[in-house]
């Protein structure tokens, strides 16, 4: 027997019709991802591409190479080079010297074979024959590392258009991708960079988990971003307690509301905890031989760094060890764009009104929580004694956050035609921050907050410059005649040696007798200043390089 039954076209139709929207709307967030991560791309590759080295740029390309040989010849215990751990860095590094070994294999094998010919129990910053062969393989570890936080701007993106819709979630990615101290960062083979993007994924998974449905599905993406935020830096860990600590919020405030939903929170923490412990194991292969005695590594590592620091830094116009708990405070002035501030100051009044509309609860939550971890980030790395300003990196990607919170708590609660005002406004915001970044292409790390006085106050207030413009007094001297046969004594090796055709050494006064040229950097003026106008007494002055309106 046949039977036949009614079709309902209307009900059909209506299908069809969510169907086709939500296939338009995944190409048109598609095409939105692309484009952010292609805009971030630009700028983090023109500074990737620079000539300059950072101070342990090539203590992370050497770290990487000994990384590599142990994973070819299954030593998996002496993949722990460090105890940062610095594990996802050290596979930039790799991806680095693999792609060395495509572009040029004759190259490499050479530049290899005379690294593993050292025996260095530790990176020796002033060797400069290694520290030459050592930047053969540098731009091609940072490109890694660019692209990966360029990605991280589109899955930001995508992520935080969950919680405040496609309009608020691509005015921030556009900030994040064209900030310059992020994107100075983003350009060089370190840890912070990659530290702040996994975090800030990691939190903003989570937090669409327990504000949309989904729960454990958001919980092991935001674990797996939570294990590699770890594996490349050890502050990572904050996200433990930080993690515990919002879904106990969530279930303090849902329990009488969702009562099954709430209680479900506990497994969510469980079943994070656990997705982020195999991640971070999967992807250390010390952690399958020797766990125990590999996070003991790590754990002391960072109890030396929450110690006495080895190098004085420059705080508040004077050399110090300590610089005290208004460090952080201070750099995040400096290293923050005046259009971001701007931004997070607004984003307080919604939060202390009394009155909040229910459909921008669950939003904050999410702004709360994002300025809670910024919060506790500071706390958190104000007690060690080892303080720079790089460290603040994952406080500067949660301003951003709540930067774009606030924007759409304004389009929401505004009319029609104000709306349209608050876009003219955000859309000159973004082109100003635009031509913030522009003058220090490729340079993006010599950025200090104009507000404030750019890089003329800032160094009289903090330190300043990480290789910026050595490569520039490099290119100098190397035109010179004869430059192969000259000397030149420097308080910046690690910067210059890599890049010059001749001899360096150190900046002292046993030194000076041989020297030809002597390259003075502003850090040595702040740090010893005392010191560098004895060695400079009789010397005649050859070459400036001036970067953002200072003498670097």
């Known amino acids: 027997m046949i039977e036949t039954f009614p079709i309902d076209r209307k009900e059909q139709n209506a299908t069809q019709a969510r169907w086709l929207w939500v296939r338009r709307t995944l190409k048109r967030d598609l095409v939105l991802a692309i484009g952010l991560y292609l805009l971030a791309l630009g700028p983090r590759l023109a500074a ?9 740029e090539l203590a992370w390309v050497y770290r990487a190479t000994r990384f590599l040989t142990a994973l070819s010849t299954g030593d998996w215990a002496h993949t722990a080079q460090v105890g940062h751990p610095g594990v996802m860095t050290m596979w930039c590094g790799v991806a680095g010297i693999l792609l060395r070994r495509l572009t040029a294999p004759k190259a490499t094998a050479e530049h290899l074979a005379w690294l593993a010919r050292l025996h260095w ?38 992520l935080a258009r969950r919680l405040w819709g496609r309009r608020v979630a691509l005015v921030g990615a556009v900030f994040l991708a064209l900030d310059p101290f992020p994107v100075g960062l983003s350009a060089v083979l370190h840890l912070d960079a990659l530290t702040a993007s996994f975090t800030t994924l990691s939190l903003l998974a989570l937090l669409i988990g327990v504000t949309e449905t989904g729960l454990f599905r958001w919980a092991v993406l935001s674990g797996t971003l939570a294990g ?10 904050l996200l433990i307690p930080f993690v515990a600590l919002t879904l106990g919020v969530v279930f303090l405030t849902q329990q009488k509301r969702h009562p099954e939903k709430a209680f479900r929170l506990g497994g969510a923490f469980f079943l994070w ?74 984003a307080f009044p919604p939060l202390l009104g009394r009155r909040f509309p229910d459909w921008a609860r669950g939003r904050r939550l999410s702004l709360l929580a994002l300025l809670c971890f910024a919060a506790l980030f500071v706390v958190f790395m104000t007690p060690p004694t080892k303080k720079f300003d790089r460290y603040l990196v994952p406080v500067s990607y949660t301003h951003l956050r709540a ?86 004594v420097t308080g910046a ?21 041989l020297a030809d040229y002597l390259v003075v950097s502003v850090g040595d003026m702040q740090i010893r200043p005392a010191e ?7 010397a005649e002055l050859v070459h400036t390089v001036r970067l953002g309106n200072l003498d670097y």
């Open 48 to 56: 990737a591409c620079a000539r300059f080295v950072t101070s342990d």
């Open 121 to 158: 129990t530790s990176f020796d910053p002033f060797d400069g024959p290694a520290l030459k062969q050592l930047a053969f393989f540098l731009v091609a570890g940072r490109l890694p590392v660019a692209i990966l936080t360029s990605l991280a701007v589109a899955g930001i993106f995508l």
């Open 228 to 237: 590699l935020a770890m594996l490349t830096k050890s502050s990572a860990i």
């Open 273 to 346: 905890l656990a997705v982020a412990g195999l991640t971070f194991c999967a992807l250390y292969p010390a952690m399958w031989v020797s766990p125990l005695g590999t996070l003991r590594d790590i754990f002391g590592t960072a109890s030396r760094h929450a110690g006495s620091s080895v190098h004085p830094i420059f705080f508040w116009g004077r050399a110090t060890f300590d610089p005290g708990p208004f460090f952080y405070p201070v750099a995040l002035a400096f290293r923050t764009s005046p259009v971001i501030w701007l931004g997070v100051l607004a």
């Open 403 to 488: 930067h774009e919170t606030r924007h759409d708590l304004v389009c929401r609660l505004l009319s029609a035609w104000r709306q349209r005002g608050v876009l003219v406004i955000l859309t000159a915001a973004v082109v100003l921050q635009a031509l913030v970044s522009l003058p220090y292409v490729p340079y993006f790390l010599a950025y200090e907050n104009p507000l404030l006085g750019g890089p003329q106050v800032a160094a009289r207030v903090m330190s300043v410059g990480w290789g910026e413009g050595v490569d520039q007094a490099a290119a100098y001297l190397n035109n010179l005649e004869g430059a192969e046969d000259m000397c030149v």
């Open 493 to 513: 090796i690690p910067h210059l040696a890599p890049l010059f055709a001749g001899e360096t050494l150190p900046l002292d006064e046993a030194h000076l007798p």
């Open 532 to 538: 560098i106008e004895t060695l400079l007494a009789g």
